[in-house]
């Protein structure tokens, strides 16, 4: 089946640092790619959606200039921290979607933000 | 506007035992409804999905859901539970209009435990 790789697994990251995101679709070519959060024992919340040479269109609630997605090939899509602060430690995962009958999700990235 | 309510943030069952998890949704059009499991620390993998058709839906490792129109369900079901199906599942339905492979609308999880 498909297969959507995210990098990296886990991260910790100093406050005020960035962190970056990998989301490749290995096998297909994922035109968009979602991003979701998803806070401990909780559900995922969507946070933007992102198309191949487009800007990303985030939720309402997200900061666009502190979660920046970048979509530049078809088959790479990124996700940057910037500015990192603990409340942003979280789960976040990816979920790709292209010339398939169904989205791929990603392994997930746990940033814990010290 | 669309929602999902997963009832039950836990459920436990004793190995062998019937699962059942419990999920109702809201949508003004016709849904397109999906299970998902997620073990800790990992990404989501589809159990299955309903679309259109058969309103009995078969999955992986067992498990089915059934959608009822007239209750706005879509619970899913396994006959025997074995220790390896303790995880989270998320019910989830597409977002009017995303289709099967568009945004999705995700319930509040029930985590699933399974004794011996």
């Known amino acids: 089946g498909a297969v959507v790789s995210q990098h990296p697994s886990w991260v910790i990251c100093k406050s005020g640092t960035s962190v970056k995101i990998e989301c490749r679709s290995l096998?297909?070519?994922?035109?968009?790619m979602f991003w979701y959060r998803q806070f401990p024992k909780q559900s995922l919340m969507l946070m933007a959606t992102s198309n191949e040479g487009s800007k990303a269109t985030y939720e309402q609630g997200v900061e666009k200039d502190k979660f920046l997605i970048n979509h530049a090939s078809l088959t790479l899509s990124t996700l940057t921290v910037t500015s990192a602060h603990p409340e942003d430690s979280s789960f976040y995962i990816c979920r790709g979607s292209g010339g398939r009958t169904e989205a791929f999700f990603g392994q997930g990235t746990r940033l814990t933000v010290v | 506007a669309q929602s999902v309510t997963q009832l039950g943030s836990h459920v436990s069952v004793s190995e062998g035992a019937l699962v059942l998890l419990r999920c109702n949704y809201s949508?003004?059009?016709?849904?397109?409804l999906f299970w998902y499991v997620q073990y800790p620390n990992q990404g989501l993998q589809l159990l299955l999905k309903y679309t259109t058709g058969a309103t009995l839906v078969k999955g992986i490792n067992g498990f089915e859901a059934e959608f009822k129109k007239s209750e706005t369900s879509f619970h899913l079901t396994k006959p025997s539970a074995h220790m390896s199906d303790a995880a989270e599942y998320f019910c989830?339905?597409?977002?009017?209009?995303?289709?099967?492979?568009?945004?999705?609308?995700f319930g509040q999880g029930t985590t699933l435990q399974v004794k011996p």
């Open positions: 096998d297909f070519q994922a035109t968009t």
């Open positions: 949508s003004s059009v016709p849904p397109y």
């Open positions: 989830a339905v597409s977002r009017e209009g995303s289709g099967n492979t568009g945004k999705l609308i």
